[in-house]
């Protein structure tokens, strides 16, 4: 893999270094190319669309050694039942990459990537778990947090760049939702693409997680008014064929301003009581939790 590395100017009286690494570059035509118009990405609403989804979690992470390979065949949190979750996703559509968008059908996709988003709630944020002093102080500076999880790909799709995609959909809900830093945890594996592509920084040390089946993740925010910078500095006045700062922070989807649903009654019942048994690990804090989440809009959360 061939990597250049380039030191740009200070920001907040820092050197800023960045690569520029050839796995994820996009070409300045790559919007109006058909085969990159395969690929389309929305917000899961529909039981299959969220289905699928985790359930290409479920793959991703199994053979990834992040889960136990328990047979369930679907992957997901108790963060993911809170009404304002987003359960991103990527569509391929045979159609679209055949050039023939007269017979696309909406909602007729093969889900070939996800990614969720979990806003700050009384329920907290999953990686408090071992990162809750560094969450705390965040909040006590009065920065407005979400937590990206459930990352997956589909790897056959890779040449789509939806990893990118999916993210910048996921950038700008947050940005509509006036979020100021967006957290992770990221395996030992990952760190260096977190860092490097995605601007990323650490907080806390590497350590054992439960929801990583025991694999070390080490905490990582970005706070996006910072990121914006210093995209900016690397990228302004340059002729890269993968402008992140462009494709990122200049550049929005031609899409409306929707913010998908909250799980229905029965979408609840189903994911958490007849496909899985996942109630049965609430606990009460939880469950009183999720009662008062959804009370708040209106809705019954049926347990």
């Known amino acids: 893999m061939n990597k250049e590395k380039v030191i740009k100017p200070e920001l907040n009286g820092k050197t800023v270094p960045f690569e520029r690494r050839?796995?994820?570059?996009?070409?300045?035509?790559?919007?109006?190319?058909?085969?990159?118009?395969?690929?389309?990405?929305?917000?899961?609403?529909?039981?299959?669309?969220?289905?699928?989804?985790?359930?290409?979690?479920?793959?991703?992470?199994?053979?990834?050694?992040?889960?136990?390979?328990?047979?369930?065949?679907?992957?997901?949190?108790?963060?993911h039942?809170?009404?304002?979750?987003?359960?991103?996703?990527a569509n391929y559509h045979e159609e679209l990459a055949a050039g023939k968008p007269e017979e696309f059908k909406k909602g007729n996709g093969k889900i070939v990537g996800t990614v969720s988003l979990v806003l700050d709630s009384p329920m907290g944020l999953p990686m408090e778990e071992f990162c809750g002093e560094e969450i705390a102080?965040?909040?006590?500076?009065?920065?407005?947090?979400?937590?990206?999880v459930a990352f997956a790909l589909n790897p056959e799709y890779s040449k789509y760049k939806v990893f990118l995609h999916m993210f910048k959909l996921m950038f700008q809900y947050a940005a509509m939702k006036n979020v100021t830093d967006?957290?992770?945890?990221?395996?030992?594996?990952?760190?260096?693409?977190?860092?490097?592509?995605?601007?990323?920084?650490?907080?806390?040390d590497l350590v054992p997680y439960s929801a990583a089946y025991k694999l070390k993740v080490q905490g990582h925010r970005l706070n996006i008014e910072e990121a914006n910078k210093k995209a900016e500095l690397f990228y302004a006045g340059k002729e890269f064929d993968a402008d992140l700062h462009r494709f990122f922070f200049t550049e929005s989807y031609n899409r409306s301003k929707g913010e998908g649903k909250p799980l229905s009654e029965d979408l609840l019942t189903y994911f958490i009581s007849e496909k899985t048994h996942f109630v049965d690990t609430l606990e009460d804090k939880d469950l009183s939790c999720l009662r008062a989440q959804y009370q708040e809009i209106g809705v019954r959360f049926p347990f």
């Open 22 to 79: 050839n796995e994820v570059r996009i070409s300045k035509g790559d919007e109006g190319r058909q085969e990159s118009q395969a690929v389309t990405y929305k917000i899961a609403v529909g039981k299959q669309e969220i289905e699928d989804a985790f359930r290409l979690v479920w793959n991703n992470y199994v053979e990834a050694g992040l889960q136990e390979n328990n047979h369930e065949g679907i992957r997901f949190t108790k963060y």
């Open 81 to 89: 039942l809170l009404p304002n979750t987003k359960v991103f996703i």
């Open 137 to 148: 102080k965040m909040r006590s500076q009065g920065k407005r947090l979400a937590e990206v």
């Open 182 to 204: 967006l957290c992770c945890s990221v395996t030992q594996r990952h760190i260096r693409f977190y860092r490097k592509v995605c601007l990323f920084e650490p907080i806390g």
